[in-house]
Each structure stands twice: as structure tokens, then as C-alpha cells.
């Protein structure tokens, strides 16, 4: 006899599951229950709308139930939302939401992707009509027409994460004579990033007109402005909040499913609940994380379909691997390609996992090619190990290609050993000879061997008003243009005969532009007897690129006499 499956969300991780299941059994009856509007939708292109990019609203919605039933032979309820599991009896009890009435459905096997909701925190105005959550395509088409209905001069974007920085993103990109701030109750956005990395987004953000603020929190909303934890006011007609998820786990609890640590609804490596009959996937799980070793929340697609897939499979006793999650994601700001996978310095240090990491700026393609630029890399491995356990990316360039290559590594155990012999694609116009992520190894691998030791940017500005002794090895040129306020100049082409200047009895810090010249220069200095010497991991550049978006906030004294970018 033919299986009943039920599945209760119809987008990423339920569609993908009713899908997978057709695929297997050509005779299940399988029924999506959508409490909206649409299925199938895609959720991560909905502030794309805001630009123009996706001009029409209807364009986000990719398949429609007609289409589900037409191809697929999968029934998709729309505007039909599940209010109870009767588990009991094997069955569930909807709401028409148009007629109001309810009814029963039955099911041999109930999946459950219910997704998570946008969290609105109960402030002082919370609930005016201009406030707005962005979670599906009414949201973002409601939203839009509300900007461009000529009442918002000024709009306020709550939180700093994917939506939020795509939201503003957009927002900026649009054709509207708008003022967009973008608020932020930690100290950065992005937080798959660590602090040093996210100063380029700042930057970029900043640059690009809009007008971001950290380390503030949203306190109240008025009609014309919001107020912040600081009691400074933003002006702001319109207010996104954009704060963050959470799971939605409210029918899954009332059926007495149980619910683990983080909050999200506890399954096994299959995806199956403490009821035999009922799986979960997507938003509304807890998963396991393949480096920390602990449960975890991660709000991603590609996860939510692998996911969907090896419930579907379980089903029918399709054997599946759970190797877990480590974060993989990228997102494009304005000019700049961000992509993070792994842990962040501050997700090891969470975990007591013992690290070190290097920060290098080559540049993404060789060049003399007219499209090259800048490519920060930031590699994070295990000490004294060697394992690779994550890497965070930013350029112009392709980042998530780099970013991809080293998920892949961390998925298959890989180390520094393994990634310097990685044999990559080259050609002038796709990467370097030696690719960043060959480049980070053989430093990397250094500094974990003991060839040289290094020191990051975010301690600079405490050496330089400490007067600690620096060393720019940059040509005289260069130095002249813009240069930490207390360097000794000496550059690299004159350092043999002027190590006389170079004391040994202090430590002793050298940079370049960005650590290739001033590498050079301590392996010749180390040759010569010194073993006081330190590199600046990411030198001038990166020192830059730190310290620029909060000297502007904060007003404070630079340590540079100019910033560098090139």
C-alpha cells in the first residue's frame, strides 16, 4: 500500500522533501500545507525586490500550486495552516484560513518544516503600521510599496545580519531619494565574520552612503524616528526589523515533540523526532556542528535541502551519513564578495579549541590582468595540529570560490600539508599561480613551524602608542604617502647595510604593504642573528582597512598620517 506523507511548509526544506519523496515513490499521496500565499518561493532573494534587481514580486515565487500538481503529482494547500499534530491518531488538524473551517488529514509519515519567524523585540511602538519584518513575499512586496509610496524620506534598517545588510543594501541601490540607516546592537554586522574581516564591510557600507551604526540598540519607535539604547534619535518614517529567527517550534511543542538544547526541535542523524512517524527539517532544527562537536541552529538553504533529502530517503529506508554543519555562507555587499565557512576566531575560543590563524591580502587574479584587486583571506587552523578549521574571505574578487575549496577541506579532515599540495585551476584571467589558498598554507605553516612569529592588525594601534619600534621596509615613496605615526622607514632594499639601526634587545615589529617585503626582511634579519623580530600580519593595507571605519565614528587620533587602500 502507498505511503501518506504529509508535510507541514512549503518552501526550501518542505518543497525539497515532497520532491525527493516523488522521485522514490510514484504512487505516495503527498500533501504541502503553506499557511501563506506561496510555495516554493525563494526566501533569499526577497530584498533583491527593493533595487529593482527583481522587478516583479510574483517573479520570487517559483512554483505555483498548479505547477506542484501538474508536474510533480504533489498537492500543495496553500493558505492552509496546521494548528495541532494529533498524534494519537496519526493526523493533523489544518485551518482553511479563507472559509475559517478546519478538518483533519491523516498521515503514515509527517515532516515538519515550519521554518522560523522574524523576532520583533516588544519595544515601545513595536506594532505601528510603518514596522516591518521581512520573511516572504507579501512581506517584501508590502514593504516596497510602502517606500515608494512618497510618505518615507528616512528608513531605518534593526539588525546586521543577512536580511538586514541585504535589506539596506537594496534599499541604497534603489531608485529612491531615500536615507537608509542600518543598526546594529553588537559591535559589527555580519557575525559569520570576525571583527578585524568585517572593518572592510563597515567601510564598504559606509562609503556607499549608508549609514551604519554598532554597539546601539533600538529602544523605541515614533512616527518620524526611532530612539536607541544610547538615547540618540534616527530619523526614520519606515523601521525593518531585521533582528534575527526564531525557530518555529510551537506546534512540534504542543504535540509533546521534544526540543533540544538550542531551542529547536531535536532529531536524530535522520532527521526523525522522538515520534517514530514525525521528521523535521530546515530553520526549525537543531543540527550538529562537524568542529565545535555541539548542537547548533543554522538558518541556511543548502543544509535545509540536504537535509529534506535525507528525510525523504529515510522514509524509505534509504540509508544517509550525517556528517554535520560548519557554516558555510557568502553574501555580496555593494562592491565587495564575502563568503565565511568554519569557525571564526571567536566560535574557537568558544569552544577551547587551541588556534592560530593567518591574514594575508594577495590579489585575486595575476596583476597585470585589468580586472585585479585585493583579496583579504583570513585562514584558521588547529594548534599544533595543523587542521583546517575555517577561512573568511572579502574582495572584489571570487571569494566563494576560495571559501568553497576550504569547506571541502574542513569536511574532508584536511590540513595545512594537505592544502599547500592542492592542485588548483590557474590562468591569469581566474586566479595567481600560487592561489591565496595555497599562499595561506605555506604562511601558515610557517608560523605554525616556528619560521617566524607575526602579530595581528587589531593590536597595532596599542603598539604604536606604546611606542613599540616598527619598522616600514616600503620604499621611501611609499612611506612618504601615508605611514604608521611612529615607523622607522628602512626599506627592504636597504636593510643589509643598515641593520645597525635595527636593536636587538627590544622586540622588534616589520611591516610592508602587505607582509610579503617585511616577511623577506625578518627571514634575512633572522639569518643575521636577530630573534626579536615579529610581522605584521596584513601590514599596511590591513592596518588601514581596521582602523578606518571606527577613527571616522569615534573621532579618535588616527595612528597613521594617512590611510593607504591601494
Not at 496519526?90 to 509519515?109: F, G, R, W
Not at 568585517?198 to 529602544?219: F, R, W
Amino acid at each position: 500500500m502507498s505511503k501518506r506523507i504529509l508535510i507541514v511548509g512549503g518552501v526550501a526544506g518542505g518543497a525539497s522533501t515532497a520532491a525527493r519523496a516523488r522521485r522514490i515513490d510514484e504512487f505516495a499521496e503527498i500533501i504541502m500545507f503553506e499557511r501563506g500565499p506561496h510555495v516554493s518561493f525563494s526566501n533569499c532573494c526577497l530584498p533583491n525586490h527593493l533595487s529593482g534587481m527583481i522587478e516583479n514580486s510574483d517573479d520570487l515565487v517559483l512554483m505555483s500550486p498548479e505547477q506542484f500538481k501538474n508536474q510533480y503529482n504533489i498537492e500543495a494547500r496553500v493558505n492552509s495552516e496546521v494548528i495541532k499534530i494529533n498524534r494519537d491518531k496519526k493526523t493533523i488538524t489544518v485551518k482553511d484560513l479563507q472559509s475559517n473551517k478546519e478538518y483533519e488529514e491523516a498521515y503514515d509519515k509527517l515532516v515538519l518544516s515550519p521554518g522560523a519567524n522574524p523576532i520583533v523585540p516588544k519595544i515601545d511602538g513595536y506594532n505601528k503600521s510603518h514596522v516591518f519584518t521581512v520573511r516572504n513575499v507579501i512581506d517584501i512586496d508590502k514593504l516596497n510599496r510602502y517606500v515608494r509610496s512618497g510618505k518615507v524620506k528616512d528608513i531605518a534598517v534593526i539588525g546586521g545580519g543577512f536580511i538586514g545588510v541585504e535589506v539596506a543594501e537594496n534599499l541604497q541601490l534603489s531608485d529612491l531619494d531615500i536615507n537608509v540607516t542600518l543598526v546594529e546592537a553588537a559591535d559589527q554586522i555580519m557575525a559569520p565574520f570576525d571583527y578585524d574581516m568585517v572593518q572592510l564591510l563597515h567601510k564598504e557600507m559606509m562609503e556607499k552612503g549608508v549609514n551604519l551604526i554598532v554597539g546601539d540598540a533600538i529602544a523605541k519607535v515614533e512616527d518620524e524616528h526611532i530612539e536607541l539604547a544610547s538615547g540618540k534619535t534616527v530619523p526614520a518614517q519606515a523601521v525593518v526589523m531585521a533582528i534575527g529567527v526564531r525557530p518555529e517550534t510551537t506546534l512540534a511543542k504542543e504535540a509533546g515533540l521534544e526540543i533540544g538544547e538550542t531551542g529547536g526541535i531535536k532529531v536524530d542523524h535522520n532527521y526523525l523526532t522522538n515520534d517514530k512517524d514525525i521528521y523535521a527539517v530546515g530553520d526549525a532544527i537543531e543540527v550538529y556542528n562537524k568542529l565545535t562537536h555541539s548542537k547548533t541552529r543554522l538558518a541556511l538553504a543548502g543544509p535545509a535541502q540536504r537535509q529534506a533529502r535525507a528525510a525523504a530517503d529515510h522514509i524509505y529506508g534509504i540509508p544517509h551519513r550525517n556528517t554535520g554543519v560548519i557554516g558555510s555562507s557568502c553574501v555580496k555587499i555593494f562592491d565587495m564578495n564575502a563568503a565565511s565557512t568554519g569557525l571564526t576566531e571567536k566560535a574557537a575560543q568558544k569552544a577551547g579549541i587551541q588556534y592560530d590563524f593567518v591574514y594575508i591580502i594577495p590579489g585575486d587574479i595575476v596583476g597585470l590582468m585589468p580586472e585585479n584587486s585585493q583579496f583579504h583571506f583570513k585562514l584558521i587552523y588547529e594548534v599544533p595540529t595543523g587542521k583546517i578549521l575555517g577561512a573568511q574571505a572579502i574582495g572584489k574578487g571570487n571569494a566563494s570560490k576560495r571559501v568553497d575549496v576550504i569547506a571541502a577541506m574542513i569536511m574532508m579532515g584536511g590540513t595545512l600539508e594537505d592544502l599547500k599540495e592542492l592542485e588548483l585551476c590557474y590562468a591569469p584571467a581566474f586566479s595567481t599561480a600560487k592561489d591565496p589558498i595555497n599562499h595561506a598554507s605555506l604562511v601558515a605553516l610557517n608560523i605554525l613551524n616556528g619560521r617566524f612569529r607575526q602579530v595581528p592588525v587589531t593590536k597595532v594601534r596599542e603598539l604604536v602608542e606604546s611606542n613599540a619600534y616598527i619598522i616600514d621596509v616600503r620604499e621611501v615613496d611609499e612611506y612618504e604617502e601615508g605611514h604608521l605615526i611612529n615607523a622607522i622607514n628602512i626599506p627592504l632594499s636597504e636593510i643589509r647595510n643598515r641593520i645597525s639601526e635595527i636593536p636587538k634587545d627590544v622586540p622588534v615589529y616589520l611591516h610592508c604593504r602587505s607582509s610579503q617585503r617585511s616577511y623577506n626582511a625578518i627571514m634575512a634579519l633572522q639569518n643575521m642573528g636577530y630573534d626579536n623580530l615579529y610581522n605584521i600580519s596584513g601590514s599596511f593595507l590591513g592596518i588601514c582597512c581596521y582602523e578606518y571605519f571606527n577613527d571616522q565614528v569615534s573621532g579618535r587620533d588616527k595612528i597613521v598620517t594617512e590611510y593607504n587602500f591601494n
